[in-house]
């Protein structure tokens, strides 16, 4: 079973407010990602990192921020929270090895900004 | 530009019938292919993956999925459906320049009764 957890699983914020979401894993994964999905939807990549101190930007734009200051730890915060950042966040996270690496992903956080 | 489609919003199918779900995909050189799954108020999950060899590639719960060259196709299936296979379906192909998985834009499975 996979070891990659997010916090909280539920969030309601009012506009304007400073949101961190973690991610954290425990199976020493070099590379972790950030999804956004809204309902029923398909994942669009908003961030990932291959290591330490590595940060990528993904397809989706996205005015949230990401760090990765150790290997386990990959939080996104977003400074003003707004109503259009409503959706689920989804983290994910890979080993580095053969081409046909799987994720596995956190239960994802729902946000939702008033 | 690597991408994945997946034709159908959703797909019905009665308990005990045969499930396919569909994706096509359009690459550059050899895909690497996947299907993940997932179910309400859960975090994705990994069914199977498609790199090299057999054409025919057996997943987790039973599903399976057949890789087409010529159809650019990667089908989902399973030969008997059930109720708990409810889910969200989601067909990727790791895009070979960055690395990245692309995600089709996923298929609800519907299984009643």
């Known amino acids: 079973e996979a070891d990659i957890y997010q916090t909280p699983r539920y969030l309601v914020i009012g506009t304007g407010k400073k949101i961190t979401l973690e991610c954290s894993q425990t199976?020493?994964?070099?590379?972790m990602y950030w999804y956004q999905q809204d309902p029923g939807m398909e994942l669009h990549l908003i961030h990932y990192?291959?290591?330490?101190?590595?940060?990528e930007k993904g397809d989706l734009s996205s005015e949230s921020t990401v760090s990765r200051i150790r290997t386990e730890h990959f939080p996104l915060t977003l400074e003003s929270a707004r109503p259009s950042h409503t959706s689920q966040y989804l983290c994910?996270?890979?080993?580095?090895?053969?081409?046909?690496?799987?994720?596995?992903f956190g239960s994802g956080t729902q946000l939702s900004v008033l | 530009a690597q991408s994945v489609a997946q034709p159908e919003d959703q797909v019905n199918v009665a308990e005990g019938n045969p499930l396919t779900v569909k994706c096509t995909y359009s690459?550059?050189?050899?895909?690497?292919l996947f299907w993940y799954v997932q179910y309400p108020n859960r975090g994705l999950q990994f069914l199977l993956k498609?790199?090299?060899?057999?054409?025919l590639v057996k997943g987790s719960y039973g599903f399976e999925a057949e890789f087409n060259k010529s159809q650019t196709s990667f089908h989902l299936k399973k030969p008997s459906a059930l109720v708990s296979d409810s889910a969200l379906y989601f067909c990727?192909?790791?895009?070979?320049?960055?690395?990245?998985?692309?995600f089709g834009q996923g298929t609800t499975l519907q299984v009643k009764p």
């Open positions: 994910a996270s890979s080993d580095t090895g053969a081409a046909g690496e799987k994720l596995f």
């Open positions: 199976m020493g994964h070099d590379k």
């Open positions: 990192s291959y290591g330490v101190n590595s940060t």
């Open positions: 690459v550059s050189g050899n895909p690497y």
């Open positions: 498609y790199i090299t060899g057999d054409n």
């Open positions: 990727a192909v790791r895009d070979i320049n960055t690395g990245k998985l692309i």
